[in-house]
């Protein structure tokens, strides 16, 4: 639960063993059923963890069998899969690390704009594939969970298994520039390539010198060669490439930097034989191959070339070199024009097509000054045809890896890809928001037995236990360990009163043991259901049951006895809080059986911030200015007066209801999440005849 002025992370410090000692690490388990997720089964050295005493948290103890959360979903794509660096350069998925720099997209007023971000997490995982065509040839290999932004909106790779998600079709279009066809394979580190470069470079803008010096006493030859450049990158290229092929050459300053000039460097040589084999490299072979022209493209682009304002062009006065840069142009298939020359006889060519031809001349040819390279603030704008028209399944399990980042997104083969955002909002949606929250799940396997033996102590005073604090006790991760039993029967035999809330549906194969547990101790139970839209409940739960499920499960625990009571939260302004959904939230809990609603706004803290906004972005555009004025700067939590608002439009809801209802701010500091103010909760459990029989689900 997101309680005001309460970071989750410090009520649970104890809880987790400790990954860096690695002693307390029994094994590392993988599993089909849990494609995408490692359990890390861990000894913990305790199981009842103390609320801090200046916590507002409204209980002292909590159990966290868990670290992590099996609920939310893993997106994934190929190792190969080519990321846009933040220096305008693509490299695969597999060569990227956590602290990265990238290329995501946000929205900058009216358009969504390429901006830098850098990579938060990475993990890998083996499952499922698709194979996504485009029509200009891309191709991208992705689970079925992953998700591409489209003309509508974001939509995963493939339905879900019950159905009734957004998914691609032949009928949508991606948001990118795409990186077409493989068309052919340049070798960057061929002999080809390399005196490629050296013919662009060296032709484009450096000083090849033959004459005579006369003195008195004999005619001295000079011979030399010079290379001055303001980019450090382009003049290593040349000197690296020049070594290689026998020229060594030397480095010192040419240019000093001035308010109107960047400073220069140079490498030259004055070796006869030094300078003749440069000229012989830069000549245009008689048959150039496809790695040559990349290489002459690359070097004539760092000598020549400009790319600004979204416009790449490439001017000489040479006849020949502007021939060259043509049918390289040609053999690639950039489309391109040639300008009129201007009065100094300088020509331009210039490749027209937009950021999709751009970003497939960078690619193919891979130019040196990174500079010239750079898309950031360019707007998304998708020129290239990017039509989906073919999907499909993989026929074997594959490796896939994804990454996190601080926009929420990256672009993958030249369309933008989402990534897991969960992440980012697990926070406010009452879970834990590590960076690998839901890949990555720590497992207490010996919870029960430590938990026993502290339950033993004569120190302990059998205040109430709240699970579901921290992670949810009944996320998917529990049908595999089955730790929620044992934990609720040792509570229940040491006399100790206990909260549960969840999210999970798997709360009802415990009914019964729950039945029995509440005819020895009180037991409270709390469902979280904060959404009653489908496709906005899929918008930020993803991976959660759905709120009939959750619905569903109240009624089975009103039916078993119980009073349960539902968290209505967040209530997200301007999004679930009109008059409307909040009297069919209440009147939809109600229905389920449930005896009482607590509810309150969105907390939007520090850490959280970002990733909201920029889902709120994609979502919700049009509210974004609103929430940047109810959540300004490093706030937190809406204001007092929109507060103020939210109860005197929710608790009169509430009581027309009959749900008793609270608002998160109503709890006392140490006060039990029941209807006890303090000490041990009242009884919340009245028993049913059928309560305590057999349940199977």
């Known amino acids: 639960m997101r309680w005001q002025g309460q970071k989750l992370g410090d009520v649970d410090d104890a809880a987790l063993p400790g990954l860096e000692d690695r002693s307390n690490v029994l094994r590392t388990v993988t599993t089909p059923e849990f494609a995408g997720m490692t359990f890390h089964e861990v000894l913990s050295k305790s199981a009842l963890n103390h609320v801090p005493g200046a916590s507002r948290m409204p209980f002292a103890w909590t159990i966290n069998p868990y670290r992590g959360c099996s609920h939310a979903c893993v997106y994934c794509l190929s190792p190969d899969t080519l990321i846009l660096c933040a220096d305008g350069r693509q490299r695969p998925l597999s060569t990227l690390e956590i602290g990265d720099e990238i290329i995501g997209t946000e929205r900058q007023g009216s358009y969504r704009r390429y901006v830098r971000t850098t990579i938060r997490a990475k993990w890998a995982t ?17 689970s079925g969970d992953h998700r591409f932004l489209t003309e509508r909106g974001w939509k995963h790779v493939a339905d879900a298994d019950s159905g009734q998600r957004p998914h691609l079709t032949t009928n949508n279009r991606l948001m990118g520039f795409g990186i077409g066809s ?21 032709r484009g803008d450096a000083m090849i010198f033959h004459g005579t010096y006369p003195s008195e006493t004999r005619t001295r030859e000079i011979h030399s060669f010079r290379l001055a450049l303001i980019d450090d990158e382009a003049l290593e290229r040349t000197r690296r490439f020049l070594e290689v092929e026998g020229v060594p050459t030397r480095t010192r300053p040419f240019a000093v930097a001035t308010d109107t000039r960047s400073a220069a460097d140079a490498i030259h040589t004055a070796a006869r034989r030094h300078v003749e084999t440069i000229e012989s490299l830069v000549d245009t072979p008689d048959a150039p191959d496809a790695d040559w022209y990349a290489g002459f ?129 697990h926070e406010y949606l009452d879970l834990d928001g590590g960076a690998d929250f839901d890949s990555q799940i720590v497992v207490k396997v010996n ?22 604090t921290n992670t949810d006790p009944y996320q998917r991760a529990e049908g595999r360990y089955k730790l929620m039993p ?73 039916d078993a006895g119980f009073r349960v009571t539902v968290f209505l939260m967040p209530i997200m302004p301007h999004m679930t809080d009109s008059v409307d959904a909040i009297d069919t939230a209440l009147r939809r809990i109600k229905e389920a059986g449930a005896n009482r609603v607590i509810y309150g706004a969105l907390h939007l803290r520090a850490g959280v911030k970002p990733w909201f906004m920029q889902w709120l972005g994609e979502f919700r555009p049009d509210l974004v200015s609103s929430y940047r004025g109810l959540y300004p700067g490093v706030s937190a939590e809406a204001p007092k007066g929109y507060r103020q608002w939210l109860a005197k439009r929710a608790r009169p809801l509430i009581r027309l209801h009959g749900l008793d209802g609270q608002h998160e701010d109503d709890y006392p500091v140490r006060g039990m999440r029941s209807s006890a103010p303090h000490g041990r909760p009242a009884p919340a459990f009245t028993p049913s005849p059928a309560a305590a029989q057999p349940m199977l689900f």
């Open 182 to 202: 493989a068309g052919s394979s340049i070798d960057a580190l061929s002999a080809g390539y390399r005196r490629g470069y050296l013919a662009g470079m060296i």
């Open 486 to 558: 044992g934990i609720i029967d040792a509570l229940a035999a040491s006399g100790t009163p206990m909260s549960i809330l969840t999210k999970g549906t798997l709360i009802r194969r415990d009914i019964p043991l729950l039945v029995k547990a509440a005819q020895r101790v009180p037991v409270d139970i709390q469902m979280s259901i904060a959404m009653y839209d489908d496709e906005l409940q899929k918008a930020i739960e993803p991976g959660t049951p759905t709120t009939q499920a959750r619905l569903d499960t109240v009624r089975a625990l009103r």
């Open 297 to 425: 493209l690359a070097g004539i682009f760092d000598a020549e070339g400009s790319c600004s304002r979204g416009v790449l062009r490439i001017s000489n006065k040479d006849a020949e070199i502007i021939a060259l840069i043509e049918r390289g142009l040609r053999l690639f298939g950039l489309p391109h024009v040639v300008e009129d020359p201007r009065p100094n006889g300088v020509r331009s060519v210039r490749v027209v097509g937009g950021l999709p031809s751009r970003q497939r001349f960078f690619a193919i040819c891979s130019p040196a000054i990174t500079r010239k390279l750079s898309i950031d603030g360019t707007a998304v704008k998708s020129i290239a045809d990017l039509r989906v028209t073919e999907i499909t399944p993989i026929p074997e399990e594959q490796d896939l890896l994804d990454i996190t980042t601080g926009t929420g997104d990256f672009i993958a083969n030249g369309v933008i890809s989402h990534n897991c955002f969960a992440r980012g909002t």
């Open 447 to 468: 919870v029960v037995e430590v938990l026993q033996k502290e339950l033993r102590k004569g120190s302990w005073e059998h205040e109430t236990v709240a699970l579901g």
């Open 126 to 142: 083996r499952k499922q594939a698709h194979r996504v065509t485009l029509a200009d040839g891309t191709e991208l290999v992705a």
